[in-house]
């Protein structure tokens, strides 16, 4: 399980970088920081990203995994240029990823729930 979710954090990071962010930085770990760290007149941005993106790993990470994935990348810079269409390939990234992502997880998770409430 290491080595696929090795894959997924290595593809998360590319995104990332391809959306103009740190690439030792996950998308959730800037999203995590910029929801608490950007300027006011686009934290409502990151904060949507966020409850998306938390919503998705909610299933393996409970609440918080934004803020979780932060903490765990804190000694990597999280920098933003700022720019609108970094930050709209960015929510491309993340939407269509979530979209995918989000079913899979949550069957998964229910799945797990409904074989441990039968045992």
């Not at 979530?98 to 729930?113: E, G, N, R, V, Y």
Request: proline fraction near 3%; include cysteine.
């Amino acid at each position: 399980m290491s080595y696929i979710k090795n894959i997924l954090i290595a593809i998360d990071q590319l995104g990332n970088a391809i959306a103009g962010g740190n690439p030792d930085c996950t998308i959730s770990g800037r999203t995590g920081y910029y929801q608490y760290n950007a300027a006011k007149q686009v934290r409502w941005y990151w904060f949507i990203l966020s409850r998306v993106v938390d919503f998705t790993f909610y299933p393996f990470d409970g609440h918080g995994h934004c803020k979780q994935a932060m903490e765990k990348e804190q000694i990597n810079e999280f920098n933003d240029t700022g720019n609108v269409l970094l930050l709209f390939l960015l929510s491309i990234i993340t939407l269509g990823s979530c979209a995918i992502l989000a079913p899979i997880f949550w069957t998964i998770f229910l799945i797990k729930k409904i074989i441990k409430a039968i045992k």
